[in-house]
């Protein structure tokens, strides 16, 4: 794995940052978001700042960018103090940031969507469309996209997407780039057109501020790495100077000597049993599971790994086989009969199928389990608080109150929301897709140990992930997928890495 180097060719200037921000402190009411914080920005470098989520990365950019006033503290851009008013001040000035989720209006072109707010005009106010147009086509050559500006974003890729944001900040000439999870969106293929885009970047002496849960590509593209802790800022190291384990101990406090803490349970009856199901998306799966048991399932992109679940689960229809929990059949294409029957499905999209954002927490936890919390077509409020309130303690979601917006929680909180609100149904059956995607290390930890109280409980588990050290670490068996079909099936003890890559590929 390739580790950045530090520019430096011996002169001061070069360790000169061009944004120094130091001492920064924010409050809220009744908290304490920032205390002490500080960030160091060089030309030419990627700084990466990492922290568990809550640990004050997204407050201090707000900070930065003028969407929050900070209590005390200074912010030096280009060897002058400032205090930006709003984004657009900060943007002028030549600090951007590209956020995790894309701010592009679908229907509107390339050209209209990186020169929005900026609009180039000629006599009477009409837009110069020829120079805008043509100054796109330049941009997106810096980036090393040959993308026609006329076209519409809903035409892109998500990768392509993402250009289009970086050319719009590019057009403000920004010198410091902030990239706010930037491959959380991308497929695994486009992730390395990112990275080479970024050293071009650097090699033009931007100053790129990236903000990541994936260590592995701090690894790979920064060159040097600030963590925050609780708010405060805890140290800044060279990606040269640091491991893997000593980056997870500033960022959590503590050493993770057993990142995927497997526990020994006796398996229990068969609780799953999946009998040659077929239909568009899988191909003749037949496969159980038991009590106090976690099989993971594994593939490669296209795999059908979510397929299998969501047909399972009754999201997608099946012509042939069945599914059946404790000996009793679930009926087809049902997902409130699979429920019924004892299973559920924690989706690997949260946000668009897992969660209603703009509801409460008490809300998003009992919307599976109305039934237990009414009467007469009524929501027994009392009922449902003192539901929720329960499974937030059995959960350890960290909010100020079930009343709180869901979309305000961190990412890993988020999905514990969800746990609580798959466990509230009482399964049986717990098929997890993806539950540590997008979340910390720390946060990924509690999830763990979560899954682990369930196993111990003897419910049955099945998880889907693209970690292959998460399925290996969890799993007590390993089911492999590729195209559709299971390719193979390996115990905890034979199963490697090698061994999946050999079986998926046919070569086992």
């Given at each position: 794995?390739?580790?950045?180097?530090?520019?430096?060719?011996?002169?001061?200037?070069?360790?000169?940052?061009?944004?120094?921000?130091?001492?920064?402190?924010?409050?809220?009411?009744?908290?304490?978001?920032?205390?002490?914080?500080?960030?160091?920005?060089?030309?030419?470098?990627?700084?990466?700042?990492?922290?568990?989520?809550?640990?004050?990365?997204?407050?201090?950019?707000?900070?930065?960018?003028?969407?929050?006033?900070?209590?005390?503290?200074?912010?030096?851009?280009?060897?002058?103090?400032?205090?930006?008013?709003?984004?657009?001040?900060?943007?002028?000035?030549?600090?951007?940031?590209?956020?995790?989720?894309?701010?592009?209006?679908?229907?509107?072109?390339?050209?209209?969507?990186?020169?929005?707010?900026?609009?180039?005009?000629?006599?009477?106010?009409?837009?110069?469309?020829?120079?805008?147009?043509?100054?796109?086509?330049?941009?997106?050559?810096?980036l090393n996209m040959d993308l026609n500006p006329e076209k519409r974003i809903e035409t892109l890729s998500i990768a392509q997407q993402q250009m289009v944001e970086i050319a719009k900040v590019l057009l403000y000439d920004a010198q410091v780039i902030?990239?706010?999870?930037?491959?959380?969106?991308?497929?695994?293929?486009?992730?390395?057109?990112?990275?080479?885009?970024?050293?071009?970047?650097?090699?033009?002496?931007?100053?790129?501020?990236?903000?990541?849960?994936?260590?592995?590509?701090?690894?790979?593209?920064?060159?040097?790495?600030?963590?925050?802790?609780?708010?405060?800022?805890?140290?800044?190291?060279?990606?040269?100077?640091?491991?893997?384990?000593?980056?997870?101990?500033?960022?959590?406090?503590?050493?993770?000597?057993?990142?995927?803490?497997?526990?020994?349970?006796?398996?229990?009856?068969?609780?799953?049993?999946v009998e040659r199901i077929s239909n568009e998306y899988v191909h003749n799966i037949s496969l159980s599971v038991h009590a106090g048991e976690i099989v993971g399932i594994v593939g490669l992109v296209g795999a059908g790994r979510t397929e299998l679940?969501?047909?399972?689960?009754?999201?997608?229809?099946?012509?042939?086989?069945?599914?059946?929990?404790?000996?009793?059949?679930?009926?087809?294409?049902?997902?409130?009969?699979?429920?019924?029957?004892?299973?559920?499905?924690?989706?690997?999209?949260?946000?668009?199928?897992?969660?209603?954002?703009?509801?409460?927490?008490?809300?998003?936890?009992?919307?599976?389990?109305?039934?237990?919390?009414?009467?007469?077509?009524?929501?027994?409020?009392?009922?449902?608080?003192?539901?929720?309130?329960?499974?937030?303690?059995?959960?350890?979601?960290?909010?100020?109150?079930?009343?709180?917006?869901?979309?305000?929680?961190?990412?890993?909180?988020?999905?514990?929301?969800?746990?609580?609100?798959?466990?509230?149904?009482?399964?049986?059956?717990?098929?997890?897709?993806?539950?540590?995607?997008?979340?910390?290390?720390?946060?990924?930890?509690?999830?763990?140990?979560?899954?682990?109280?369930?196993?111990?409980?003897?419910?049955?588990?099945?998880?889907?992930?693209?970690?292959?050290?998460?399925?290996?670490?969890?799993?007590?068996?390993?089911?492999?997928?590729?195209?559709?079909?299971?390719?193979?099936?390996?115990?905890?003890?034979?199963?490697?890495?090698?061994?999946?890559?050999?079986?998926?590929?046919?070569?086992?």
């Amino acid at each position: 794995m390739r580790q950045a180097k530090t520019k430096n060719n011996g002169g001061s200037n070069v360790d000169e940052p061009i944004l120094k921000m130091q001492g920064i402190e924010k409050r809220f009411p009744g908290v304490i978001a920032l205390h002490n914080a500080s960030l160091n920005v060089r030309k030419g470098q990627i700084m990466a700042l990492l922290g568990e989520n809550g640990a004050g990365k997204s407050t201090l950019m707000k900070v930065l960018t003028g969407v929050y006033k900070r209590d005390s503290g200074t912010i030096v851009y280009k060897g002058k103090q400032v205090e930006y008013q709003n984004t657009r001040q900060a943007m002028n000035d030549g600090i951007a940031i590209i956020h995790q989720e894309l701010t592009l209006i679908p229907k509107m072109t390339i050209y209209e969507n990186i020169f929005m707010g900026s609009e180039k005009t000629k006599g009477l106010g009409i837009a110069d469309k020829k120079y805008m147009i043509q100054k796109s086509r330049e941009l997106l050559r810096i980036l090393n996209m040959d993308l026609n500006p006329e076209k519409r974003i809903e035409t892109l890729s998500i990768a392509q997407q993402q250009m289009v944001e970086i050319a719009k900040v590019l057009l403000y000439d920004a010198q410091v780039i902030v990239m706010d999870e930037p491959t959380d969106v991308l497929p695994d293929e486009e992730v390395d057109s990112l990275f080479r885009v970024l050293e071009d970047l650097k090699k033009r002496g931007k100053a790129i501020i990236y903000i990541s849960h994936r260590l592995k590509e701090i690894f790979q593209i920064c060159d040097m790495v600030t963590v925050m802790r609780d708010g405060e800022f805890i140290g800044e190291k060279s990606v040269s100077e640091i491991t893997n384990e000593s980056l997870v101990s500033m960022m959590v406090g503590r050493k993770l000597d057993e990142q995927f803490p497997h526990v020994e349970v006796q398996k229990g009856e068969e609780v799953l049993k999946v009998e040659r199901i077929s239909n568009e998306y899988v191909h003749n799966i037949s496969l159980s599971v038991h009590a106090g048991e976690i099989v993971g399932i594994v593939g490669l992109v296209g795999a059908g790994r979510t397929e299998l679940a969501k047909t399972i689960y009754g999201c997608y229809p099946y012509q042939e086989g069945q599914v059946c929990v404790k000996n009793r059949k679930v009926p087809k294409g049902s997902i409130k009969q699979a429920i019924h029957s004892g299973l559920y499905y924690m989706t690997e999209d949260r946000k668009r199928d897992g969660l209603v954002m703009l509801l409460d927490v008490r809300t998003n936890m009992t919307l599976s389990s109305l039934k237990k919390i009414s009467r007469c077509f009524t929501v027994l409020k009392k009922t449902e608080k003192e539901a929720a309130e329960d499974f937030r303690q059995r959960t350890r979601v960290k909010t100020p109150s079930i009343f709180q917006l869901v979309r305000n929680l961190s990412g890993g909180n988020q999905q514990k929301v969800i746990l609580a609100k798959a466990l509230m149904t009482e399964p049986d059956v717990l098929i997890l897709d993806e539950p540590t995607r997008g979340i910390d290390v720390g946060a990924k930890k509690e999830i763990y140990n979560l899954i682990n109280e369930l196993k111990e409980k003897n419910k049955a588990i099945v998880i889907i992930s693209s970690e292959m050290p998460e399925i290996l670490g969890m799993s007590d068996r390993i089911i492999v997928m590729n195209e559709g079909y299971i390719k193979g099936e390996l115990s905890r003890q034979e199963a490697s890495q090698e061994k999946i890559m050999h079986m998926i590929l046919d070569q086992a």
